[in-house]
């Protein structure tokens, strides 16, 4: 069972016939082997344009995505949509972009939290994507550039990298993917050639964190 199966009848948004047969193309895309090295794996970093709702709160406004494949940035193989009048639409297009790659993100609460309630506000379900999440990732990689958890920018000046325009979506995604590449070499030298030992040691570090 996968996790379109689970966009009952009546249990979510109505999808048309088109955008359930673009889910269940994505949902037959084969899961990527995680025990491969990162430089035989495509990422994919994405990143969130958020407005205030009525109410409080935030909404999602656009994605923008970004690719590392085997370890390098391709310019054409990038994502950006804005939800505009056909959310539904955007968010399944930003799915098979992803192509069950891992995904990484900066600030997993903020952004991977504002994705999955997009998901299943316009798509009825949360797929099953794994998250990585440089703000957890980093201060254990890099100790001696930041003690602890910081704000992005503080990564982005320790390693030279230019925040182009915080505003779009797609040149975040771009900064936070050379964030990316910075990462992967140091991990690489501590031993975590993987995406699987990397969400482990994620997973390690939220676990001595309590969180």
Known sequence: MNWLSRLLPGSGPALDPALRSTLEAIAAIPTPDLSRSHYETRYVVVNTETGPMDGGGQRLLAVGAVAINKGLLHPGDAFQARLGSAPAGAMAALLKFIAKAPVVVYNAPFNQGTLERAFENNLG???????????????????????????MDAWLGAFGIERLDHRDALLEALAVAQLHQVALARAKQQGLGSPRELLDAQSSRKWLRGS
């Open 125 to 151: 379900s949360i797929p099953p994507l794994d998250w990585l999440d440089l703000m957890v990732l980093m201060p254990s990689l890099y100790p001696e550039r930041i003690a602890g958890q910081a704000r």
